[in-house]
């Protein structure tokens, strides 16, 4: 099993369990977790994304070698992004990047956003975007953080069609469906996690509406229970080789690309 959304150190707000490595790692790996996708709670508020990157690594390195792969953080607003992209693929060999416009204070409909996409797939690095990381009913309120539109990537993956794009913890935020996911569902080179999808059958619909091989596992933990998600696969009664797809070759699959 690959898990395609998960997060190395603290959380900003409050503690959450398994939230240092080695424990995120033994606990992924009781789960029968055999590779995860990391990015670090450091990337959402600090500012010198060098030092979070590097700190990413190096805890990749020690606590899951061959099984943490790391994705660095990049916020386009910052001085010098170009050279925490360069760090992130010669320095630390992460294969793709994660971005949080919404943390960040920019829309993908930003130049910034364009020339960072543009960059990444000049590079071959795998681009997740993280439409949120919590739901508006439960954040401070003296930081309310409103879920990222999707709706720019329509003309932005036209464009460039050698970039790969997967939307993290896109769904139900307050009630309210991510805007313009619809539309953004279409396009072939754009895949999926289903952490924030609430309702009954979500998995079998999100299937249904863009294709088997686009969805990846991916539990957003630690903020949630790993066990949400991968009870979403099984409550799907998906055929063998869809649930095998979701759980792991796809995303082997998007990787190796």
Request: proline content about 7%.
């Amino acid at each position: 099993m690959i898990d395609t959304n998960v997060d190395l150190f603290q959380w900003p707000f409050r503690r959450i369990e398994g939230d240092d490595p080695a424990s995120l790692v033994a606990n992924l790996r009781k789960k029968g977790v055999t590779q995860a996708w990391a990015g670090s709670f450091e990337g959402l508020l600090y500012r010198d994304m060098a030092g979070v990157n590097a700190r990413l690594a190096a805890a990749a390195r020690q606590h899951g070698p061959n099984f943490l792969i790391p994705f660095g953080s990049i916020n386009p607003k910052l001085p010098d992004w170009q050279e925490d992209v360069r760090r992130c693929v010669e320095v630390h060999k992460m294969p793709g990047i994660r971005l949080h416009p919404n943390y960040h204070g920019y829309t993908l409909d930003d130049p910034a956003a364009g020339e960072l996409l543009a960059l990444a797939g000049s590079k071959n690095l795998l681009v997740q975007i993280a439409i949120s990381m919590e739901d508006i009913r439960t954040q401070s309120p003296l930081m309310i953080i409103h879920p990222v539109d999707p709706g720019p990537l329509s003309d932005i993956v036209k464009s460039a069609p050698n970039l790969r794009i997967e939307l993290l913890n896109a769904g139900y935020h307050g009630g309210v469906n991510t805007q313009h996911i619809e539309d953004i569902k279409k396009l072939d080179n754009i895949y999926f996690d289903f952490a924030c999808l609430e309702s009954v059958g979500g998995v079998s619909r999100l299937v249904d509406q863009i294709s088997p091989k686009r969805v990846l596992f991916g539990s957003h933990y630690p903020f949630f229970y790993f066990e949400s998600s991968y009870l979403k696969v099984y409550e799907a009664r998906l055929p063998a080789d869809q649930t095998q797809a979701i759980l792991e070759s796809n995303a082997r699959a998007l990787l190796g690309r």
